[in-house]
């Protein structure tokens, strides 16, 4: 298990962002990439048409500012509204007589189509000048697309009356379609088993509480792996919308959510029943509470205004975050057994879950595999430390290294 640990955060680090060519003035230049081998990351100076939905066609009579692409419409508005539509477009020269090639494109808030040389290749729900002409709708996907020229004409229109943020959040990569493809199986292969494997973990751990050992620590760990296997479906690439992709947009971003919420708390009582004498109550109680009350105002309030509030719950999860790194420090200083094994598990979801909050941010790339290799280990190695306390894995002598039920729960009675 450490040695996975290790290749893990090995893999963390080895993750490196190579500059490759940025768009100005609304192209780019790609003719010395091997798209076959390379991604490229269509970022820099787009011409933005801002409150304009206009086709290929009305481009010259379009007015646009120059905008750094990706754009977030909150970030550049003088009213900090994301609501609104908007077209971007972009020039990509790419050398003769390429192949086929694939965007990946990421969730756009809230709905988009995307034309290449004056074709529709792909829509997200349906754009439209208000509220009651358009659909929201979050489906990644890869798109491919024969360019048959040397120079890529792209048109991108977005329009959203439903997320607080508006505009585009992530890159749009392009790149052949053999490695875009690949990439895209990658990532979603990663995806559904990182889903099925938490699942089949959760229900595991369910059935030992209910027919062996009904220990309150077991039932937390068991929903929280159940919580957290249904929120791969519904977040980053969206997986169960790829599948279901006329599921309500309104209730996936909903269950995207309320599993963050809930995930705070199940980690929250996990914790305080694993290390139950270094857990500070009335801390707990209220980091819960919050968490309950985020729940509630997730399933009654519109998503326009619960998602306004996402960045001040990401500065509360700072503050969860510090509770559990002062819990386990606690438990470290203590020397109870088996509490460097537990705790490097929970220090290495503290890296993953703090990667996510980054990525979402925009400060780091989204890598698949970071995010499904490292939460699956973090469960995987909590996981086992609880098959020690039911006695289904047996531990050899009392190694300071093994944690042991009579160690954690013998001054407190966890029933």
């Known amino acids: 298990m450490k040695t996975a640990l290790f290749s893990f955060l090995a893999l963390l680090l080895s993750i490196l962002s190579f500059a490759g060519p940025t768009a100005s003035r609304g192209i780019l230049d790609a003719r010395a990439v091997d798209l076959g081998q390379e991604r490229v990351a269509l970022n820099g100076t787009w011409n933005f048409y801002d409150n304009q939905l206009i086709f290929p066609d009305e481009l010259r009579a379009g007015e646009y500012v120059p905008t750094d692409f990706p754009h977030v419409w909150n970030e550049t508005r003088a009213n900090h509204m994301g609501f609104g539509y908007g077209t971007y477009s972009l020039r990509i020269l790419v050398a003769p007589n390429t192949g086929l090639l694939a965007l990946e494109i990421p969730q756009i808030y809230s709905s988009y189509s995307l034309w290449i040389n004056d074709k529709e290749i792909a829509t997200n729900g349906k754009v439209g000048l208000a509220a009651d002409t358009y659909t929201p709708q979050w489906m990644p996907q890869t798109v491919v697309f024969e360019p048959g020229t040397d120079t890529i004409r792209l048109l991108l229109r977005v329009s959203n ?136 105002f997730a399933l009654f309030a519109s998503p326009s205004t619960f998602t306004e509030w996402i960045t001040l719950y990401i500065t509360f999860c700072g503050l969860v975050m510090l509770n559990a790194v002062i819990l386990v420090l606690r438990a470290w200083v203590n020397q109870r057994m088996g509490s460097t094994f537990l705790s490097a598990s929970i220090v290495l979801g503290l890296l993953v879950f703090a990667y996510d909050v980054f990525s979402y941010e925009g400060f780091s790339a989204y890598n698949p595999l970071v995010f499904s290799a490292g939460y699956s280990l973090v469960f995987l190695m909590m996981g086992t430390v609880l098959l020690m306390h039911v006695g289904i894995i047996k531990s050899a002598g009392q190694a300071p290294s093994r944690l042991t039920y009579k160690d954690l729960y013998k001054d407190q009675d966890v029933r």
Not at 188 to 217: C, H, M, P, Q, W
Not at 230 to 247: A, E, L, Q, T, W
Request: hydrophobic share 50%; proline share 2%.
């Open 161 to 296: 009356f439903s997320h607080h943020v508006g505009g585009v959040k992530d890159p749009i990569y392009m790149g052949s379609a053999e490695l875009m493809q690949h990439h895209r199986s990658i990532a979603e292969t990663s995806n559904l088993i990182e889903s099925g494997l938490l699942g089949l973990v959760g229900i595991a751990f369910f059935i030992i509480y209910l027919i062996k050992d009904r220990k309150k620590v077991i039932l937390y760990f068991a929903l929280l792996c159940l919580t957290w296997a249904v929120r791969v479906g519904f977040s980053n690439m969206y997986i169960f919308i790829s599948y279901m992709p006329d599921f309500s947009w309104h209730a996936m971003i909903r269950i995207e959510y309320i599993t963050l919420f809930l995930t705070m708390i199940w980690a929250s009582q996990y914790l305080s029943y694993v290390y139950p004498k270094e857990q500070y109550r009335i801390l707990k109680y209220f980091l819960i509470a919050c968490n309950v009350f985020f729940v509630a």
